[in-house]
């Protein structure tokens, strides 16, 4: 995998101080994945993982727009 340092700057109005920046080190794969089309789906008993498509839009408005369900999504 090849290293790379990206610099982040944390959203303000206000003219960034110095400690605003921070250094995150990634790691990317040498080889690009596969494009969606190309990736398998991971099927178990209970679940299927895939991309996601058009029709599955309108039950992912649903699950999103459910403050119990967000509330769970941004705790974690």
Known sequence: MASHNTTVVMASTEAPSEDAF???KTSLPRTPLPSLADRPIITTERLAIRAFKAYDLDALYELR???EVMRCMCDS
């Open 22 to 24: 921070v250094n995150v």
């Open 65 to 67: 727009t459910q403050p």
